[in-house]
């Protein structure tokens, strides 16, 4: 379950610049003859992540990310380019491992970590680097630290970075003593917190908590590398730094309970002194506090976060607020929401978010401090907006069918930098001026790959369902597509279940239609991007209501004439395999089913899971408290309805819906009933299979898909899966 689409036209500005360019020297002709994407075309991707904007906002880093030469995984370098769009983008490091640049405030230097790819862990963790601004010269470390460095940020004089590590003090003795440990170090786990694993990440080690740190910036490149001050210390962890404008302050976002599962997820806005001291709790948002962004006064925080309400609800909708010092710059005063109904979301669902490298947004403050500058999701769009402070009227910044991926800004919020996705283009990096709206393209790396390929945008579709209630999908037609002909349908289903599919790439839709098939991509209720009511109404009832709509959505397709009844599939991931699993439990209209990563049982997924549901949000008590509950919303108990050709897609590493929650159930119970059943797994994949596992993997995971529909839809042989 996930815990963070656009057509193929942006903003109408955005829409002249792009055609404008397109007729500039160097660019790629798009008028030859093109051929349909194929589903190792993903080998060649490039995706962009994290960029970060100078602080005159000349120019902006960012990090380029391609699959590795043997097809397992993925390189990371740093690149540049000039915000203007005067010069081409180029690479500032080599890689293969560099991931955060980070500007110093003069802009004279770029802080970025770097991991050592021969290496594997001890002396393969990621260090802070040094370059010189101008890209000369080799980069040079500035920490060596036995548990790595993380989460950097820079002091606002330039003279120090901040920095997240788990290096203990023990490792720090060892590391001095220059020798390995010569005692027996056991592998047992002794657990004693109720949340201890986490998908992708593993079981924590509670020698080695996360803290924050300082260094300084050395001054003489032939100096010894500077000794790290651990600023906090405890049991618990401290992540992600941020600096106050004067320097002497570090925020922090974190739960700070000894068991914070029996709280929900939950977290608080906390500092602590830079040279270290006691740790005090500055902003409590009644939920979570994701984020923190100082003016640059200091005298006011913005905020994100997800306020939880009197209730316990299954979905809470992700806001932007601020908070005033008090008078005499003492205590901060009451949160004061700032987004009103929109929600602030992280992005839409889609398979090509960048995989490794991660994505910087957070709000930006205006030169006068009078305005914020930060994202929103509505209606499957992702766009930017602007909010007067002192009113709390939002207009927007940025419109169009789109994802705004990512974002950074300069201090004064004059300049901002976008990473742009549309259902055709991956994600490039744009520039904006906030005072005139003038975007500028700064990166085409997937133009000469998308110059011959037959992309189409996709359609978007919207019906009523069973209540009236109105809902949201898109349609992503073959190439070629005749309103005379029949397709065969995928009904392909979102995770979450609070996400949303919008307007951005994604890869697996464009290759099923590619493939012959009309792809049905719909935001049942329960999605994101539509308010607070709409994605908490399925609370207490999901799988339920959201199957209606699922249905009303392959309904209204097959009365335009577009899917063909007899030729109907249904596939999903995370909540979307669970979904899936329900569906052909409770109707035998689909030909095919591929449920990938799902869950069978809700009893079995609360008890193994990588995060607990303790609290009323999901289920108002315990499996055993609430046993006809758990049954009556359980797929496994309609096994017996089941007759649909049923593929089930596993990551053996898969934390979040553990197979033996999930897939493993269905296939046992379906080999024992005698149906059309087989279970494709995927060794050493977590949850995140689709969207950043191993690259040959994710070409297996869609041939295998496509391959189950080819078998039962169109009635191709297809020797792996035995007979029908």
């Given at each position: 379950m996930s815990v963070r689409n656009r057509q193929g036209r942006l903003s109408a500005l955005a829409a002249i610049l792009f055609l404008a360019a397109l007729a500039l020297p160097g660019v790629p002709s798009f008028a030859a003859a093109k051929r349909p994407i194929a589903e190792t075309d993903l080998f060649q991707f490039v995706w962009v992540a994290d960029p970060e904007i100078s602080p005159d906002g000349r120019r902006v880093a960012f990090v380029r990310v391609t699959v590795n030469a043997k097809k397992d995984g993925y390189d990371t370098a740093i690149w540049v380019a000039a915000t203007d769009g005067s010069e081409p983008p180029r690479p500032f490091t080599?890689?293969?491992?560099?991931?955060?640049?980070?500007?110093?405030?003069?802009?004279?230097?770029?802080?970025?970590l770097r991991a050592n790819p021969g290496k594997e862990g001890a002396g393969g963790e990621p260090q802070i680097h040094l370059l010189d601004a101008t890209g000369g010269g080799e980069a040079r470390a500035v920490t060596d630290l036995p548990r790595g460095a993380g989460a950097l940020a820079w002091s606002p004089d330039g003279r120090t970075l901040a920095f997240a590590s788990a290096t203990?003090?023990?490792?720090?003795e060892k590391k001095k003593a220059g020798k390995k440990d010569d005692e027996h170090e056991s592998d047992v786990r002794v657990i004693t917190l109720s949340g201890?694993?986490?998908?992708?990440?593993?079981?924590?080690?509670?020698?080695?908590?996360?803290?924050?740190?300082?260094?300084?910036?050395?001054?003489?490149?032939?100096?010894?590398?500077?000794?790290?001050?651990?600023?906090?210390?405890?049991?618990?962890?401290?992540?992600?730094?941020?600096?106050?404008?004067?320097?002497?302050?570090?925020?922090?976002?974190?739960?700070?309970?000894?068991?914070?599962?029996?709280?929900?997820?939950?977290?608080?806005?906390?500092?602590?002194?830079?040279?270290?001291?006691?740790?005090?709790?500055?902003?409590?948002?009644?939920?979570?506090?994701?984020?923190?962004?100082?003016?640059?006064?200091?005298?006011?925080?913005?905020?994100?976060?997800?306020?939880?309400g009197t209730a316990e609800r299954s979905y809470n909708?992700?806001?932007?607020?601020?908070?005033?010092?008090?008078?005499?710059?003492?205590?901060?005063?009451?949160?004061?929401?700032?987004?009103?109904?929109?929600?602030?979301?992280?992005?839409?669902?889609?398979?090509?978010?960048?995989?490794?490298?991660?994505?910087?947004?957070?709000?930006?403050?205006?030169?006068?401090?009078?305005?914020?500058?930060?994202?929103?999701?509505?209606?499957?769009?992702?766009?930017?907006?602007k909010v007067d402070v002192a009113t709390g009227k939002v207009t927007?910044?940025?419109?169009?069918?789109?994802?705004?991926?990512?974002?950074?800004?300069?201090?004064?919020?004059?300049?901002?930098?976008?990473?742009?996705?549309?259902?055709?283009?991956?994600?490039?990096?744009?520039?904006?001026?906030?005072?005139?709206?003038?975007?500028?393209?700064?990166?085409?790396?997937?133009?000469?790959?998308?110059?011959?390929?037959?992309?189409?945008?996709?359609?978007?579709?919207?019906?009523?369902?069973?209540?009236?209630?109105?809902?949201?999908?898109?349609?992503?037609?073959?190439?070629?597509?005749?309103?005379?002909?029949?397709?065969?349908?995928?009904?392909?289903?979102?995770?979450?279940?609070?996400?949303?599919?919008?307007?951005?790439?994604?890869?697996?839709?464009?290759?099923?239609?590619?493939?012959g098939y009309v792809v049905l991509y719909p935001n049942p209720r329960g999605s994101t991007s539509y308010g607070q009511d709409f994605g908490n109404v399925i609370q207490y009832h999901y799988p339920g209501d959201d199957f209606q709509d699922l249905m009303a959505g392959v309904d209204e397709l097959v009365k335009r004439g577009w899917a063909d009844p007899a030729r109907l599939g249904v596939t999903g991931g995370s909540g979307g395999g669970i979904l899936t699993n329900w569906i052909i439990g409770h109707t035998d209209r689909f030909k095919a089913a591929v449920s990938q990563r799902s869950i069978a049982d809700w009893a079995s997924f609360?008890?193994?899971?990588?995060?607990?549901l303790f609290t009323p949000r999901w289920f108002k008590g315990a499996p055993w408290e609430e046993p006809e509950d758990f049954r009556a919303r359980s797929p496994i108990t309609y096994v017996a309805?089941?007759?649909?050709?049923?593929?089930?897609?596993?990551?053996?590493?898969?934390?979040r819906t553990p197979p033996g929650a999930g897939g493993e159930q269905m296939f046992r119970a379906l080999k024992y009933l005698k149906r059309p059943v087989v279970m494709v797994r995927f060794p050493g994949e977590t949850h995140e299979l689709s969207r950043s596992g191993k690259p040959w993997h994710r070409i297996e995971r869609l041939r295998h898909i496509v391959g189950w529909f080819d078998k039962y839809l169109l009635g191709q042989k297809v020797d792996a899966y035995g007979a029908p």
């Amino acid at each position: 379950m996930s815990v963070r689409n656009r057509q193929g036209r942006l903003s109408a500005l955005a829409a002249i610049l792009f055609l404008a360019a397109l007729a500039l020297p160097g660019v790629p002709s798009f008028a030859a003859a093109k051929r349909p994407i194929a589903e190792t075309d993903l080998f060649q991707f490039v995706w962009v992540a994290d960029p970060e904007i100078s602080p005159d906002g000349r120019r902006v880093a960012f990090v380029r990310v391609t699959v590795n030469a043997k097809k397992d995984g993925y390189d990371t370098a740093i690149w540049v380019a000039a915000t203007d769009g005067s010069e081409p983008p180029r690479p500032f490091t080599a890689g293969p491992r560099d991931v955060s640049p980070r500007w110093s405030p003069s802009g004279r230097q770029l802080a970025f970590l770097r991991a050592n790819p021969g290496k594997e862990g001890a002396g393969g963790e990621p260090q802070i680097h040094l370059l010189d601004a101008t890209g000369g010269g080799e980069a040079r470390a500035v920490t060596d630290l036995p548990r790595g460095a993380g989460a950097l940020a820079w002091s606002p004089d330039g003279r120090t970075l901040a920095f997240a590590s788990a290096t203990n003090p023990k490792d720090l003795e060892k590391k001095k003593a220059g020798k390995k440990d010569d005692e027996h170090e056991s592998d047992v786990r002794v657990i004693t917190l109720s949340g201890y694993r986490q998908n992708g990440v593993g079981y924590p080690d509670p020698l080695h908590p996360s803290h924050l740190w300082t260094v300084a910036v050395p001054t003489d490149a032939s100096a010894p590398l500077p000794e790290p001050r651990q600023v906090t210390r405890g049991d618990l962890e401290e992540d992600n730094p941020i600096w106050s404008p004067d320097g002497t302050t570090l925020y922090f976002g974190a739960n700070r309970a000894a068991d914070p599962a029996y709280l929900g997820p939950r977290s608080e806005l906390y500092a602590v002194p830079a040279q270290g001291g006691e740790i005090a709790k500055v902003v409590d948002l009644g939920g979570q506090v994701e984020d923190a962004i100082p003016s640059p006064d200091g005298k006011r925080l913005a905020l994100f976060g997800e306020p939880h309400g009197t209730a316990e609800r299954s979905y809470n909708q992700g806001a932007l607020f601020v908070v005033d010092r008090t008078p005499g710059g003492g205590a901060w005063g009451m949160p004061r929401l700032l987004s009103g109904d929109l929600d602030v979301a992280d992005d839409l669902s889609g398979d090509q978010h960048p995989p490794r490298g991660g994505s910087s947004s957070s709000a930006v403050w205006s030169r006068d401090q009078k305005t914020l500058y930060f994202g929103a999701a509505e209606r499957g769009r992702a766009n930017l907006k602007k909010v007067d402070v002192a009113t709390g009227k939002v207009t927007p910044l940025t419109t169009g069918d789109h994802e705004v991926v990512a974002f950074t800004g300069t201090p004064d919020g004059s300049r901002l930098v976008l990473v742009i996705s549309s259902p055709t283009v991956i994600g490039d990096v744009w520039a904006l001026d906030t005072a005139t709206g003038k975007l500028t393209q700064l990166t085409r790396f997937n133009d000469a790959l998308f110059a011959e390929l037959d992309l189409t945008a996709p359609e978007e579709v919207v019906y009523k369902s069973f209540d009236g209630r109105e809902i949201q999908a898109w349609a992503q037609k073959p190439p070629g597509f005749d309103p005379q002909k029949k397709y065969p349908l995928i009904l392909d289903i979102h995770g979450g279940p609070h996400a949303a599919y919008g307007w951005t790439f994604d890869h697996e839709f464009q290759w099923m239609a590619a493939k012959g098939y009309v792809v049905l991509y719909p935001n049942p209720r329960g999605s994101t991007s539509y308010g607070q009511d709409f994605g908490n109404v399925i609370q207490y009832h999901y799988p339920g209501d959201d199957f209606q709509d699922l249905m009303a959505g392959v309904d209204e397709l097959v009365k335009r004439g577009w899917a063909d009844p007899a030729r109907l599939g249904v596939t999903g991931g995370s909540g979307g395999g669970i979904l899936t699993n329900w569906i052909i439990g409770h109707t035998d209209r689909f030909k095919a089913a591929v449920s990938q990563r799902s869950i069978a049982d809700w009893a079995s997924f609360w008890y193994t899971t990588d995060f607990t549901l303790f609290t009323p949000r999901w289920f108002k008590g315990a499996p055993w408290e609430e046993p006809e509950d758990f049954r009556a919303r359980s797929p496994i108990t309609y096994v017996a309805n089941i007759h649909t050709p049923l593929m089930l897609v596993e990551g053996e590493a898969d934390f979040r819906t553990p197979p033996g929650a999930g897939g493993e159930q269905m296939f046992r119970a379906l080999k024992y009933l005698k149906r059309p059943v087989v279970m494709v797994r995927f060794p050493g994949e977590t949850h995140e299979l689709s969207r950043s596992g191993k690259p040959w993997h994710r070409i297996e995971r869609l041939r295998h898909i496509v391959g189950w529909f080819d078998k039962y839809l169109l009635g191709q042989k297809v020797d792996a899966y035995g007979a029908p």
